[in-house]
DNA sequence: CTGCTTATTAGAATAGTTCTAAAAATAATT
DNA sequence: AATTATTTTTAGAACTATTCTAATAAGCAG
């Protein structure tokens, strides 16, 4: 069996590297968490993610998955996205991108192209340095009216 | 006395052909919320608006702000800005622009420089147009850790 | 007027998220 | 190893912004 197929050692090991790079104390519930999350390039609510692990057989508390996906946000291991106020997406992609979103079919999709302003920096309001460009392009379908 | 003075019936008129220009039916409460919604450019919650319309000894139900300011920005007289799960703010300012939020003390402050991509366009996903381009720069105060 | 449609209302209901206080796990210290 | 301190997790309650409900009111057409 080649190293390529333990997938989930591999990954483990990644990981836990990763929390740690990051400043994220790589605990079980939060290494169960993001194996879930990181598994591929995905936008999930908290509550789908909490779902999801559950998939998984293991168990882990709705309130674990709040504060961990808060903390992987602060920690800029993920992005949060806010869509409206009941719909809060994290992208387990956190590299420099954009997104659609559908307002008739709530999809929300990456976009690849580089658009925002870098060279907005020096503009910044007095005192400030900046956090994150959320920048979300709503669009609508043709047929709707 | 100069027309000029006579601010609150100019404003008047000119709210009650700025909702009927949009397809809204100018009712008294939606004048009366529109009144304090566009006697300057804002940002405000749903329950600021509502205390304000209160504040002018007009009464107005909540559930008709948010109805109101629900069809106002489908009707594209404002704007509405989600900056997290708990903070909605409406923009009293239609005109395309973007927004500066600085997430430790919560000023969320226009942009006077047009820095979207409109030249984005063309690439929108198959079957859909554009509805709004929302871009929210986040920044944190330099001396906050 | 009379009926028909649209708008408003109070308050209940909902949904997403945060809080609380206790238990459990982990780490540090003797 | 035993003890103490710190951090994390947990269940469920609490909270908050928003939407829903179903009744009333207002506006309009015949």
């Not at 920096?121 to 460009?133: H, K, Y």
Request: glycine share 4%.
């Amino acid at each position: 069996m080649e190293l390529r197929d333990q997938q989930p050692i591999e990954q483990n090991r990644n990981i836990t590297e990763m929390l740690n790079a990051h400043g994220v104390n790589p605990t079980k519930q939060r290494r169960l968490i993001a194996d879930v999350l990181f598994a591929r390039n995905q936008h999930v609510t908290a509550d789908q993610l909490f779902d999801a692990v559950k998939q998984t057989g293991s168990r882990v508390s709705k309130a674990t998955v709040y504060n961990t996906l808060g903390l992987f946000a602060r920690k800029k291991l993920i992005r949060e996205i806010f869509i409206d106020a009941t719909r809060t997406f994290y992208d387990s992609n956190n590299s420099h991108h954009h997104h659609f979103y559908n307002v008739d079919t709530g999809d929300l999709i990456d976009i690849k192209e580089r658009l925002a302003p870098h060279f907005l920096g020096p503009n910044l309001p007095d005192g400030t340095a900046m956090e994150v460009v959320d920048l979300v392009i709503r669009v609508k379908n043709k047929n709707a009216e």
